[in-house]
């Protein structure tokens, strides 16, 4: 059975936070699913994990989970919209941060006939001054409906490196093109793979590159459809796909999985978030289709 069947079929059902968001206990996970009138959709407590998307006049996904995907405590889901902070890469242990292998909490829930609207918070325990010895106060808004707006807030005395590490569905990555992303780019492997076209990119093999001069929209252009992706308060946008080989390799990917999947994340990597404990900084990404 296909993962996002399994969580929406799931009896393990905790309680009722509205009319459209329940609340249920996927293996070790806390889960809120939303079933909307203008979409579907369901975030982790851990993590503060969105971890899929799809409007309801959508035949797939928008924001895509790996039927492969791990739900087990303090470990990282991989699909959905992960959230690296406070820091992006393998610089310290866990890598890309602890924000997403720790519990947040739920705050805030509002729905109406445009959408559902989700508030959760997390702030310094013991569990994370084992990772990061400092105080801090993190908020993700979650705002899903017929488009997708995620925010991430924080507050703190110390600068944070993040990314929003969206992984949206495609049909063929084959037959994918990103636009919008910028000449300017720093490649993360050895393998030389330069783009056809300034500013835009197409698939042959592994990347694994952070645009450093993007626009504020990227388009991921697909068969059937153009994924608009709307960066605000960013600095840069990091695109990924395993291929063929590092696919094998992962044990919460299928074979075939780089397929049908791409990341496009929102970043703030060298530009990093010069945080105050007076207010909170904010970034984030709204989604959006077009035919």
Same mark, same amino acid.
């Given at each position: 059975?296909?993962?996002?069947?399994?969580?929406?079929?799931?009896?393990?059902?905790?309680?009722?936070?509205?009319?459209?968001?329940?609340?249920?206990?996927?293996?070790?996970?806390?889960?809120?699913?939303?079933?909307?009138?203008?979409?579907?959709?369901?975030?982790?407590?851990?993590?503060?994990?969105?971890?899929?998307?799809?409007?309801?006049?959508?035949?797939?996904?928008?924001?895509?989970?790996?039927?492969?995907?791990?739900?087990?405590?303090?470990?990282?889901?991989?699909?959905?919209?992960?959230?690296?902070?406070?820091?992006?890469?393998?610089?310290?242990?866990?890598? *890309?941060?602890?924000?997403? =292998?720790?519990?947040?909490?739920?705050?805030? /829930?509002?729905?109406?006939?445009?959408? &559902? @609207?989700?508030?959760?918070?997390?702030?310094?325990?013991?569990?994370?001054?084992?990772?990061?010895?400092?105080?801090?106060?993190?908020?993700?808004?979650?705002?899903?409906?017929?488009?997708?707006?995620?925010?991430?807030?924080?507050?703190?005395?110390?600068?944070?490196?993040?990314?929003?590490?969206?992984?949206?569905?495609?049909?063929?990555?084959?037959?994918?093109?990103?636009?919008?992303?910028?000449?300017?780019?720093?490649?993360?492997?050895?393998?030389?793979?330069?783009?056809?076209?300034?500013?835009?990119?197409?698939?042959?093999?592994?990347?694994?590159?952070?645009?450093?001069?993007?626009?504020?929209?990227?388009?991921?252009?697909?068969? *059937?459809?153009?994924?608009? =992706?709307?960066?605000?308060?960013?600095?840069? /946008?990091?695109?990924?796909?395993?291929? &063929? @080989?590092?696919?094998?390799?992962?044990?919460?990917?299928?074979?075939?999985?780089?397929?049908?999947?791409?990341?496009?994340?929102?970043?703030?990597?060298?530009?990093?978030?010069?945080?105050?404990?007076?207010?909170?900084?904010?970034?984030?990404?709204?989604?959006?289709?077009?035919?």
């Amino acid at each position: 059975m296909p993962i996002i069947q399994a969580i929406q079929n799931c009896r393990n059902h905790i309680k009722t936070i509205s009319q459209h968001i329940n609340q249920i206990q996927f293996d070790e996970h806390a889960l809120c699913v939303i079933d909307h009138p203008l979409c579907q959709a369901a975030i982790s407590l851990q993590g503060a994990h969105l971890l899929y998307w799809q409007p309801t006049d959508e035949a797939s996904p928008v924001v895509w989970l790996s039927d492969n995907a791990l739900f087990k405590r303090g470990k990282a889901i991989r699909g959905g919209i992960p959230v690296c902070w406070p820091w992006f890469g393998n610089t310290l242990s866990p890598a *890309h941060g602890f924000a997403r =292998i720790v519990d947040w909490q739920l705050k805030y /829930v509002h729905e109406d006939d445009q959408g &559902v @609207e989700l508030l959760l918070s997390l702030h310094q325990t013991d569990e994370t001054l084992q990772y990061w010895p400092h105080e801090f106060g993190l908020e993700m808004r979650f705002q899903l409906g017929k488009t997708c707006k995620v925010e991430l807030s924080c507050q703190g005395d110390f600068s944070a490196t993040s990314a929003l590490h969206s992984y949206f569905g495609v049909s063929d990555i084959h037959q994918v093109t990103i636009e919008g992303l910028g000449a300017d780019y720093i490649d993360k492997l050895s393998t030389v793979n330069p783009p056809k076209n300034v500013g835009s990119m197409t698939f042959d093999q592994e990347v694994d590159r952070i645009y450093t001069q993007p626009e504020p929209i990227s388009y991921i252009k697909d068969r *059937h459809r153009s994924i608009k =992706i709307q960066h605000f308060t960013y600095s840069d /946008v990091v695109v990924w796909n395993p291929w &063929v @080989e590092k696919a094998k390799a992962m044990s919460d990917l299928a074979d075939n999985s780089y397929q049908h999947f791409v990341c496009v994340e929102t970043c703030r990597i060298h530009h990093p978030i010069m945080l105050t404990p007076q207010q909170f900084a904010r970034y984030g990404v709204e989604i959006s289709v077009e035919k």
